[in-house]
């Protein structure tokens, strides 16, 4: 597995070395005082930050930069190998104002308190997380910490299945089942095969959609676990099948919230999208269920 430094870069189509460089040499001129350009890592060097395979962590200015390049993660974050991530884990971005339509499309509680992005857990002692949930993770938790002054923890879906007071963002199959479980009248339910794969997405108005082909299947949902008791208080799901299901459905959440806000408003949704095989940014929308307004 890479490093979340490595698949952080690819989020953001920084593939070479070149391309690494332009952007290292770009924030290491903002830094007081400046570091002149030229100083990047070497190739060699490069490689073995994107394979983890170092002895030690980077030190001195180029600590500085790479905090410059990703704000709100740590250097020790940054080169952890990306299928574990620390229970407890959490972004520290200086407080910035919340776009006023991102917050009223995330809810009030998430604002005011955080969000709690939550990943499945695998295996013992070292935590594996599905490279694809990581992935939507990823997307997500970028748009957080570019957009937003919340402050990001971290967690794996065991801790969250003890812990219902929390505002919620959940990758994979885990989170999206447990909701469909414990609702009483749920948005969609999940076909779930061995190994905790998902099989096919079911909506509550009798639509399916199966896993297979040459395009894969995402869900994105926003629901409220207490309207009554937290009416500000919103769940968002991100998972599906294949390899690119839930990794789709997090880049389309990160970067279509804002459609979606503009057709759903304050109301509880599942959007099903379709993900090309070859890119998670092909992820597009298949079908929109928005539920009815609440009574008061």
Do not use: K
């Given at each position: 597995m890479p490093t979340v430094l490595k698949m952080l870069l690819a989020e953001r189509h920084l593939t070479s070395h070149p391309d690494f460089l332009s952007v290292y040499d770009r924030c290491a001129a903002q830094l007081d005082p400046p570091v002149p350009p030229g100083h990047g890592p070497a190739k060699a060097q490069y490689y073995q930050w994107l394979s983890g395979r170092m002895v030690g962590l980077p030190r001195d200015y180029h600590r500085k930069v790479l905090q410059r390049m990703f704000?709100?993660?740590?250097?020790?974050?940054?080169?952890?190998?990306?299928?574990?991530?620390?229970?407890?884990?959490?972004?520290?971005?200086?407080?910035?104002?919340?776009?006023?339509?991102?917050?009223?499309?995330?809810?009030?509680?998430?604002?005011?308190?955080?969000?709690t992005l939550v990943y499945p857990a695998r295996g013992g002692s070292a935590v594996m997380v599905p490279e694809g949930d990581l992935r939507g993770l990823?997307?997500?938790?970028?748009?957080?910490?570019?957009?937003?002054?919340?402050?990001?923890?971290?967690?794996?879906?065991?801790?969250?299945?003890?812990?219902?007071?929390?505002?919620?963002?959940?990758?994979?199959?885990?989170?999206?089942?447990?909701?469909?479980?414990?609702?009483?009248?749920?948005?969609?339910?999940?076909?779930?095969?061995?190994?905790?794969?998902?099989?096919?997405?079911?909506?509550?108005?009798?639509?399916?959609?199966?896993?297979?082909?040459?395009?894969?299947?995402?869900?994105v949902a926003r629901v409220r676990p207490s309207p009554r008791l937290?009416?500000?208080?919103?769940?968002?799901?991100?998972?599906?099948?294949?390899?690119?299901?839930?990794?789709?459905?997090?880049?389309?959440?990160?970067?279509?919230?804002n459609a979606l806000h503009e057709q759903v408003g304050d109301r509880e949704f599942v959007a099903v999208v379709g993900v090309r095989a070859h890119s998670d940014q092909t992820s597009g929308l298949v079908t929109l269920l928005v539920a009815p307004p609440r009574e008061p």
């Open positions: 704000p709100g993660w740590t250097v020790e974050r940054l080169f952890q190998m990306a299928d574990i991530i620390p229970s407890g884990a959490r972004g520290h971005r200086p407080s910035t104002p919340v776009d006023s339509e991102l917050e009223a499309f995330l809810g009030a509680d998430m604002v005011e308190h955080g969000a990823l997307y997500v938790s970028a748009l957080l910490q570019r957009n937003t002054g919340l402050r990001v923890d971290f967690r794996n879906d065991r801790e969250v299945a003890v812990r219902g007071d929390r505002q919620y963002i959940t990758f994979g199959a885990a989170g999206a089942a447990r909701y469909s479980l414990m609702a009483e009248h749920p948005l969609f339910t999940l076909g779930v095969g061995r190994g905790e794969t998902i099989d096919h997405v079911e909506l509550s108005d009798g639509a399916r959609f199966d896993a297979g082909g040459d395009r894969h299947i995402g869900l937290y009416p500000g208080r919103y769940w968002f799901h991100c998972a599906g099948p294949g390899t690119r299901g839930a990794a789709g459905a997090g880049w389309f959440l990160a970067n279509q919230w």
